[in-house]
C-alpha cells in the first residue's frame, strides 16, 4: 500500500465529499481522511493518479498538482467557509484574517497571487459569492431581505441591495421577478404534476416525522438519501396553509417521485433540509 494525497478542485459541498469518498472506495482506496478539496488515501501500489483522476472526473472533478492552482482552490474554499461562518455565527472577523489562518499564509501574497491568477482581487471575489449566495435564499423564499441581510453580515438592507444591483445589474425587486418567470414554466400546480408524471416521476412521497416516505415502495427515506432533481413553488390558492411547494425526488436507485408540500410555518424546517438539498447536489440540472 502506498499514501496519496489528493488536492481536488470542484469539491464546494458535503455531497460532493460523499461522492468522492464512495468512488475512492470502490476503487479500492482506504481513506485516512477526507474534506472540501484534498484526501489523504491509502491505495494498493497498481492504482495510480491517472485513474484515479479520470474516476473523478466523471463527476466534475479535477486533480490539481500544479501549487499554485492547489492555492487558488484553498482560497476559493477558504471563501466559501467564511460565508458559511457568516451564517453561523455572530462572532465577527476579516475575511483578511480569516484567509490567512485557514491557509497558513500571508494575506497579501495571497492577493497578489490570486488577482494575478484569477484577474479579480479577492475581495472581488467573495462579494460575488455572497451575492449567488444572497440569489440563493431569495430563490428559497423563506427569509425577507432584512433577515437574509442579517444572515449574511451585511450592514444593512440597503448595502446589501446596492451591492446587488452592482454585481447583477439588477434591483432586488427586479431580480424576483426574473427568478418567478423562470421558474414559472408551469402555469399552475396542475400541469406541473402532469407534465412531471411524464418525465418519470410516478410515485408519490409523503412528509412521515423527519423522513420522506414513499408507500408505493414500502419504504421510508432520511433527507440525506434522496436527491432532489425539481423544485417548483405555487402561490395559487394560497390561504393561511401557505404556498404549495413540489419537489422532484430520485433514490439512488434511480426510482423517481413526487412530494408536495406547503411551506408553512409548522413544515419549514422540514423544507429548509430539503431545500438545501438541492445547493448540495453537484452539477445537477434543472428545469
Not at 426574473?178 to 412531471?196: H, I, Q
Request: charge should be negative; glycine fraction near 4%.
Amino acid at each position: 500500500m502506498k499514501t496519496l494525497n489528493l488536492n481536488i478542485k470542484n469539491m464546494v459541498c458535503p455531497r460532493c465529499i460523499l461522492v468522492v469518498r464512495n468512488e475512492l472506495e470502490e476503487l479500492g482506496a482506504f481513506i485516512s481522511t477526507i474534506q472540501l478539496g484534498h484526501a489523504t488515501i491509502q491505495v494498493p501500489e497498481t492504482l495510480t493518479k491517472d485513474k484515479i483522476a479520470s474516476r473523478l472526473d466523471t463527476y466534475g472533478f479535477e486533480l490539481l498538482e500544479d501549487k499554485e492552482e492547489i492555492l487558488m482552490e484553498q482560497i476559493k474554499l477558504g471563501i466559501q467557509h467564511y460565508i458559511e461562518m457568516l451564517e453561523k455565527s455572530t462572532k465577527e472577523i476579516m475575511l483578511s484574517d480569516f484567509l490567512a489562518h485557514e491557509i497558513g499564509k500571508n494575506y497579501n501574497f495571497l492577493s497578489k497571487l490570486f488577482s494575478k491568477i484569477e484577474g479579480l482581487t479577492i475581495e472581488a471575489y467573495y462579494i460575488n459569492k455572497r451575492v449567488d449566495r444572497v440569489k440563493e435564499l431569495i430563490k428559497y423564499d423563506e427569509l425577507n431581505l432584512s433577515e437574509i441581510a442579517f444572515k449574511l453580515g451585511y450592514s444593512s438592507v440597503h448595502y446589501l441591495s446596492s451591492q446587488f444591483k452592482r454585481v447583477t445589474g439588477f434591483s432586488v425587486t427586479d431580480y424576483k421577478e426574473v427568478m418567478r418567470s423562470e421558474n414559472r414554466y408551469y402555469k399552475n400546480l396542475s400541469d406541473a404534476l402532469g407534465n412531471l408524471r411524464e418525465k418519470g416521476y410516478t410515485y408519490n412521497f409523503n412528509r412521515k416525522d423527519d423522513c420522506v416516505e414513499c408507500k408505493d415502495l414500502c419504504a421510508s427515506f432520511q433527507i440525506e438519501e434522496l436527491n432532489i432533481s425539481e423544485f417548483y413553488r405555487f402561490d395559487e390558492n394560497e390561504d393561511a396553509a401557505g404556498k404549495s411547494v413540489i419537489y422532484g425526488i430520485e433514490t439512488k436507485d434511480g426510482l423517481k417521485g413526487l412530494l408536495i408540500d406547503n411551506s408553512n410555518l409548522q413544515n419549514r424546517e422540514f423544507l429548509r433540509r430539503l431545500s438545501d438539498k438541492l445547493k448540495d447536489e453537484p452539477n445537477e440540472k434543472r428545469d
